[in-house]
């Protein structure tokens, strides 16, 4: 199992950003997909998640009607849409898959929100 996060940066607050996850070496259209975030002295907490298919998404309180989970089966690949960002959100975004009761991740885009 590989999984690939590209799209992090520098936004100023109110920005956006578009997350991806590249997955590889398992059935990706089998299995539920999540971000997760952790800011510096915090622990890592779940941002959002996607169901197989796509059609049930969940997300953390506090990015609901900001960020937008999705996922292209046919890419192989799920996504974070991050819109409003707020300093708040600064922290390394991970993607996790959860697989034969295993747990998954990748190596981590940081995200950074600041003036």
Request: a positive charge; charged letters at 20%; hydrophobic letters at 30%.
């Given at each position: 199992?590989?999984l690939?996060?590209?799209?992090?940066?520098?936004?100023?607050?109110?920005?956006?950003?578009r997350?991806?996850?590249?997955?590889?070496?398992?059935?990706?259209?089998?299995?539920?997909?999540?971000?997760?975030?952790?800011?510096?002295?915090?622990?890592r907490?779940?941002?959002?998640?996607?169901?197989?298919?796509?059609?049930?998404?969940?997300?953390?309180?506090?990015?609901?009607?900001?960020?937008?989970?999705?996922r292209d089966?046919a890419?192989?690949?799920?996504?974070?849409?991050?819109?409003?960002?707020?300093?708040e959100?600064?922290?390394?975004?991970?993607?996790?898959?959860?697989?034969?009761?295993?747990?998954?991740?990748?190596?981590?885009?940081?995200?950074?929100?600041?003036?």
């Amino acid at each position: 199992v590989q999984l690939v996060e590209s799209g992090g940066g520098l936004v100023q607050p109110g920005g956006s950003l578009r997350l991806s996850c590249a997955a590889s070496g398992f059935t990706f259209s089998r299995y539920a997909m999540s971000w997760y975030r952790q800011a510096q002295g915090k622990e890592r907490e779940l941002v959002a998640g996607i169901s197989s298919a796509g059609g049930s998404t969940n997300y953390k309180d506090s990015v609901k009607g900001r960020f937008t989970i999705s996922r292209d089966n046919a890419k192989n690949t799920v996504y974070l849409e991050m819109n409003s960002l707020k300093p708040e959100d600064t922290a390394v975004y991970y993607c996790k898959v959860r697989r034969s009761g295993s747990d998954y991740w990748g190596q981590g885009t940081q995200v950074t929100v600041s003036s």
